[in-house]
């Protein structure tokens, strides 16, 4: 493994460290709003609606630490830069601007435009 992967690696692990800080700290400030007392249908409501935020912060976090797994594997098994759906390589500077990009620009275009 090139010394880019290592640097790339350190980085996607510190990433995933910070997500998961950040979504356990969004879990236990869901697990309290609502719990200072006798609420009335103002502060429920208020309620529902900031653990509503939080979980659709937290689901993005989840996701985005799926894609740092996924591309820490792909530089285990030597697949890192690789295209997962034609093969060839990812262009270097789409790599550096998006280390996790799983799919080069041509590919990810058609996806978004067809679907996977």
Same mark, same amino acid.
């Given at each position: 493994?090139?010394?880019?992967?290592?640097?790339?690696?350190?980085?996607?692990?510190?990433?995933?460290?910070? =997500? @998961?800080?950040?979504?356990?700290?969004?879990?236990?400030? #869901?697990? *309290?709003? +609502?719990?200072?007392?006798? $609420?009335?249908?103002?502060?429920?409501?208020?309620?529902?609606?900031?653990?509503?935020?939080?979980?659709?912060?937290?689901e993005t976090k989840r996701q985005r630490?799926?894609?740092?797994?996924?591309? =820490? @594997?792909?530089i285990e098994k030597g697949e890192y830069?690789? #295209?997962? *759906?034609? +093969?060839?390589?990812?262009? $270097?500077?789409?790599?550096?601007?998006?280390?996790?990009?799983?799919?080069?620009?041509?590919?990810?275009?058609?996806?978004?435009?067809?679907?996977?």
């Open positions: 493994m090139s010394e880019q992967f290592d640097l790339v690696k350190e980085q996607l692990l510190r990433e995933r460290q910070g =997500l @998961l800080l950040e979504v356990s700290d969004s879990y236990e400030t #869901c697990r *309290e709003i +609502g719990k200072d007392g006798v $609420p009335d249908i103002g502060d429920m409501s208020s309620a529902a609606y900031s653990r509503d935020v939080l979980f659709n912060v937290s630490i799926n894609d740092i797994d996924v591309v =820490l @594997l792909q830069g690789i #295209c997962m *759906e034609c +093969g060839e390589e990812i262009s $270097p500077r789409r790599m550096e601007v998006r280390p996790f990009s799983r799919y080069c620009i041509e590919c990810k275009t058609n996806i978004e435009k067809f679907g996977e």
